[in-house]
């Protein structure tokens, strides 16, 4: 079958209605060649995902799904350049909620990929670096790739610290 509009076949369209005029076996394989295009996404997976629209609540972002995922501008605060064309990682949490739509998170991306740094560190004796954010009774409170961690006053040096 030519793709050509000069080879296109109104009689068959029209006596078949809305369909299209295709059989059974042309339709599925036209639904084969788009599911191909498509990515499969599983829920509770990092993804990368490109902006293609920022409105003054949402940013729309392409993951290769069926749809769109929307991601609150606020999850965004920390990137005030963001534009589109950009590429982030977001977290699926739900490939549809009630109203069809894809449901992202940018927040619950960056504390599982900062888990799996830490988990890194952990099983490879490596240093972590973190940001002191506040003094308790113990130690500290610091922030290490986005979570917080308790850091007991014995561990800060070899002599006690005041």
Same mark, same amino acid.
């Given at each position: 079958?030519?793709?050509?509009?000069?080879?296109?076949?109104?009689?068959?369209?029209?006596? =078949?209605?809305?369909?299209?005029?295709?059989?059974?076996?042309?339709?599925?394989?036209?639904?084969?060649?788009?599911?191909?295009?498509?990515?499969?996404? =599983?829920?509770?997976?990092?993804?990368?995902?490109?902006?293609?629209?920022?409105?003054?609540?949402?940013?729309?972002?392409?993951?290769?799904?069926?749809?769109?995922?929307?991601?609150?501008?606020?999850?965004?605060?920390?990137?005030?350049?963001?534009?589109?064309?950009?590429?982030?990682?977001?977290?699926?949490?739900? =490939?549809?909620?009630?109203?069809? =739509?894809?449901?992202?998170?940018?927040?619950?991306?960056?504390?599982?990929?900062?888990?799996?740094?830490?988990?890194?560190?952990?099983?490879?004796?490596?240093?972590?670096?973190?940001?002191?954010?506040?003094?308790?009774?113990?130690?500290?409170?610091?922030?290490?790739?986005?979570?917080?961690?308790?850091?007991?006053?014995?561990?800060?040096?070899?002599?006690?610290?005041?």
């Amino acid at each position: 079958m030519s793709n050509s509009p000069e080879n296109f076949d109104w009689d068959k369209f029209e006596s =078949q209605g809305f369909g299209g005029g295709y059989s059974k076996e042309e339709k599925a394989e036209m639904e084969q060649m788009y599911g191909d295009t498509l990515t499969t996404v =599983q829920e509770q997976e990092v993804v990368k995902g490109t902006v293609v629209g920022i409105t003054d609540r949402d940013v729309i972002l392409n993951i290769g799904f069926k749809s769109d995922g929307l991601v609150a501008t606020s999850e965004f605060r920390d990137l005030p350049d963001l534009k589109i064309g950009d590429e982030v990682e977001v977290f699926i949490e739900d =490939q549809e909620d009630p109203n069809g =739509q894809l449901i992202l998170s940018r927040k619950k991306a960056k504390i599982v990929s900062a888990w799996a740094k830490i988990y890194d560190a952990l099983e490879n004796d490596k240093i972590l670096e973190g940001v002191v954010k506040r003094r308790t009774k113990g130690g500290l409170i610091t922030d290490i790739h986005g979570v917080e961690a308790f850091l007991p006053g014995s561990q800060i040096d070899v002599k006690p610290i005041r």
